[in-house]
């Protein structure tokens, strides 16, 4: 019965059980679904395909709105469930419940910003770790100039032998921590992107992640 229904549905069906069936999703969420598939419904409706089997050929309502539901950041579904549809009983809501809320967000926001520094902090040090150790090359040299002007060469050449050496491992850590660095900076951009998923939805150009397969046999439009 349901599947005969969406097969018999017009656009304004359509669009009217799709808002319906997005529930409390955040308003702009809802009103962009909308929006999308009202054009996709138009385009196809353009391209002389019946308005009812353009409908038909987006599937069913349900998987349409279970898809944009699933991919809705975390944060904004949350808020949107805790909406009452009351201005003001949402806001003395928010009011009492202050103690709780604020300070686990404030909390999440330290734990995001001293992971993010910790990553950065890590690259820094073993960067200068690496810069302080190539660095025993010129003052191998100086030590070497110091003790054969005061007379003792030999002294002289065991500095240079050991900054010449210490430089020596500081070049190959510079090789490995070319590699290390790309995987840390790496790092800090997944949980970076891992903290905008929490607030915005990923675009995939301009056709969003919950969008349907079309119907085989079912014109496209260009």
């Known amino acids: 019965i349901r599947e005969t229904r969406c097969h018999l549905m017009n656009k304004i069906e359509f669009l009217t059980e799709l808002r319906r069936s997005l529930g409390k999703l955040p308003s702009y969420e809802v009103e962009q679904s909308i929006a999308f598939y009202a054009e996709m419904i138009d385009d196809r409706v353009e391209d002389g395909m019946d308005e009812q089997e353009a409908v038909a050929a987006l599937g069913p309502v349900q998987v349409i709105a279970t898809q944009i539901i699933a991919e809705t950041p975390a944060i904004p579904k949350a808020i949107a469930k805790a909406n009452t549809g ?43 770790t690496v810069v302080c150790l190539v660095l025993f090359a010129p003052l191998g040299i100086v030590g070497l100039v110091y003790f054969a002007a005061t007379g003792f060469l030999l002294s002289g050449v065991w500095v240079l032998g050991c900054g010449l050496a210490v430089a020596g491992i500081g070049l190959f850590a510079w090789l490995g921590m070319t590699v290390v660095s790309r995987g840390l900076v790496q790092l800090t951009h997944t949980f970076a992107n891992w903290i905008k998923s929490l607030f915005v939805k990923k675009r995939n150009g301009s056709t969003p992640p919950s969008m349907p397969p079309v119907a085989e046999g079912a014109p496209k439009h260009v």
């Open 86 to 128: 009351s201005r003001i009983l949402n806001i003395v809501l928010l009011a009492v419940f202050s103690p709780i809320w604020a300070p686990l967000a404030l909390a999440l926001a330290l734990v995001a910003l001293a992971v993010y520094v910790s990553i950065w902090t890590v690259i820094v040090s073993l960067w200068a």
